[in-house]
T-cell receptor
Framework: GEDVEQSLFLSVREGDSSVINCTYT??????LYWYKQEPGAGLQLLTY?????DMKQDQRLTVLLNKKDKHLSLRIADTQTGDSAIYFC????????????FGAGTRLAVHP | NAGVTQTPKFRVLKTGQSMTLLCAQD?????MYWYRQDPGMGLRLIHY???????AKGEVPDGYNVSRLKKQNFLLGLESAAPSQTSVYFC????????????FGDGTRLSIL
């Protein structure tokens, strides 16, 4: 079945790079997404990558996709305290209604 | 830019009570979704709608009903609330074009005592 897995917690020092990893199972996924959730808020789309791409860069964010290993990562350069949040990886599925399968989320803690 | 608006933001219910959560979107999206978020489990799809007047079951539909009488609104109902339904509920919407991302509301925090 479809499944998305993430590590649950990551702690980094302010100014360092953060790398959040995700593995998925559906090889037919066409898009993979990263969402950010700040405390008490909804999910905010950070970025997404089409499955025929290996990498996508957007300012401090770099997404790497290894389709062979079904592995997705999100790198945040120069991590700031404002980046502290839960990050969700999601894959699009073959359902006809833009179905998304979410991971459990990685809580990123940034400390001085 | 309202986007997706959920009401109420917080609610406490007693077991057996009923209530309706309202989701409204102003982006003219065809697709709308209701999710629940529980600790360590990510988001699970309860019900979804692919257009006005349509609804369908998602991953965890038991104990919930939905209606989409108007394109911009998607209602989630709990007929007889149970403690297991204590959760944070999110509504989302998206277009039908390709694999466009879903846009989320800020959530409703629901506690069932």
């Amino acid at each position: 079945g479809e499944d998305v897995e993430q590590s649950l917690f990551l702690s980094v020092r302010e100014g360092d790079s953060s790398v959040i990893n995700c593995t998925y199972t559906d090889s037919s996924s066409t898009y993979l997404y990263w969402y950010k959730q700040e405390p008490g808020a909804g999910l905010q789309l950070l970025t997404y990558i089409f499955s025929n791409m290996d990498m996508k860069q957007d300012q401090r964010l770099t997404v790497l996709l290894n389709k062979k290993d079904k592995h997705l990562s999100l790198r945040i350069a120069d991590t700031q305290t404002g980046d502290s949040a839960i990050y969700f990886c999601a894959e699009s599925s073959t359902g006809g209604y833009n179905k998304l399968i979410f991971g459990a989320g990685t809580r990123l803690a940034v400390h001085p | 830019n309202a986007g997706v608006t959920q009401t109420p933001k917080f609610r406490v219910l007693k077991t057996g009570q009923s209530m309706t959560l309202l989701c409204a979107q102003d982006m003219n999206h065809e697709y709308m979704y209701w999710y629940r978020q529980d600790p360590g489990m990510g988001l699970r799809l309860i019900h979804y709608s692919v257009g006005e007047g349509t609804t369908a079951k998602g991953e965890v539909p038991d104990g919930y009903n939905v209606s989409r009488l108007k394109k911009q609104n998607f209602l989630l109902g709990l007929e007889s609330a149970a403690p297991s339904q204590t959760s944070v509920y999110f509504c989302a919407s998206s277009t039908t074009e390709g694999r466009q991302p879903q846009h989320f509301g800020d959530g409703t925090r629901l506690s069932i005592l």
